[in-house]
């Protein structure tokens, strides 16, 4: 994959979030999934062409508070972009990195 191809990153980007979608289909109507899909032209276009530029920001963790604990939780369309993003650091990682870490 040739590094940095925003068109490859995002094709991978919308395959990624199909494959969300179907898990999340009979969540409530005003589930984030539902409402990311009337954007997703907007969205994913403009975050890869700023991971691309580096100048890409995530969102604040949702804090979702229990009894017993307390759990951060990436938005949606974060956890899509870091995957991209490791799709793309991960064919150079065995060059940068030592065998013997």
Same mark, same amino acid.
């Given at each position: 994959?040739?590094?940095?191809?925003?068109?490859?990153?995002?094709a991978?980007?919308?395959?990624?979030?199909?494959?969300l979608?179907?898990?999340?289909?009979?969540?409530?109507?005003?589930?984030?999934?539902?409402?990311?899909? +009337?954007?997703?032209?907007?969205?994913?276009?403009q975050?890869?062409?700023?991971?691309?530029?580096?100048?890409?920001?995530?969102?604040?963790?949702?804090?979702?508070?229990?009894?017993?604990?307390?759990i951060?939780?990436?938005?949606?369309?974060? +956890?899509?972009?870091?995957?991209?993003?490791?799709?793309?650091?991960?064919?150079?990682?065995?060059?940068?990195m030592?065998?013997?870490?």
């Amino acid at each position: 994959m040739k590094r940095w191809n925003a068109a490859e990153m995002i094709a991978m980007g919308q395959k990624l979030y199909t494959t969300l979608h179907k898990r999340k289909t009979h969540a409530h109507h005003d589930h984030e999934i539902h409402l990311m899909a +009337r954007e997703i032209d907007e969205w994913l276009p403009q975050g890869v062409q700023a991971m691309v530029e580096g100048h890409y920001t995530p969102r604040h963790l949702q804090r979702i508070h229990f009894k017993d604990e307390t759990i951060d939780q990436l938005h949606l369309s974060d +956890r899509i972009f870091q995957h991209i993003l490791l799709k793309q650091l991960k064919p150079t990682l065995p060059y940068i990195m030592n065998q013997n870490c």
